[in-house]
């Protein structure tokens, strides 16, 4: 199995350990929700549907009928069965599913609190690490502090160079957690961070959401 099949194993797992109404680390998504987006994502008629109508309407409609737990492991069950050959997202494999299935997972697993991380296989933090050094620069694009990611086996790189009159923060921590905190979820993420108080400041506020 590729990595984006075994994760979506895990996710739908994570989901299916929660309750329907649980939080998660999404801005006002419960499980459910986040189950809708996943299977209107992953679904053409459904993600067509969704632009024209609103695509938050359109998770909100879906997630309505996911409200029992009935309805909910029927929904969760769609996202479990991996999307038709015909979907863009069947052959996108680990480079679209890859980063988007782990952090998923842990929105789930830790949005009703904190949550330890999980042990990655090696070959899976590789896929992450490489991943997240090319988005990592989009993400912190225009910020003024320079960032440096660096590993718990202390592989680093830096992915944003500092601005007239800022630092560099560097950010520690595993893998998994430094992708979760350059995607907006520091406040859940197990990571340090290092630099003059006012540039770790901005950084901060950047990646720690609501």
Known sequence: ??????????LAEALRAADPHDPTLCEGWQARHLAAHLVI????????????GGLAA???????????????????DRFAAPPRRWSPLAWAGDAVNATEYF???EDVRRGAGERAPREL???????????????APLRLRGLGPG?????????????????AGHGTVVLRGAVGELVLA????????????????????VVRDLLTGP
Not at 126 to 135: D, G
Not at 188 to 201: K, P, S
């Open 1 to 10: 199995m590729t990595w984006h099949e075994t994760e979506r194993d895990w």
């Open 41 to 52: 994502r992953e679904r053409p008629a459904l993600a067509a549907s969704a632009v024209r």
């Open 58 to 76: 359109a998770t909100e409609r879906l997630a309505a009928t996911a409200s029992d737990p009935a309805g909910y492991a029927a929904l969760v």
């Open 103 to 105: 952090v998923h997972t």
């Open 121 to 135: 296989p090696e070959g899976l933090a590789e896929v992450l690490w490489s991943q997240l050094v090319r988005m």
């Open 147 to 163: 960032v440096v990611l660096v590993r718990d086996d202390d592989v680093r790189s830096a992915v944003h160079a500092p601005r």
């Open 182 to 201: 350059v995607s907006g979820r520091l406040q859940a993420a197990d990571v340090r961070l290092e630099g003059a108080e006012d540039d770790v400041t």
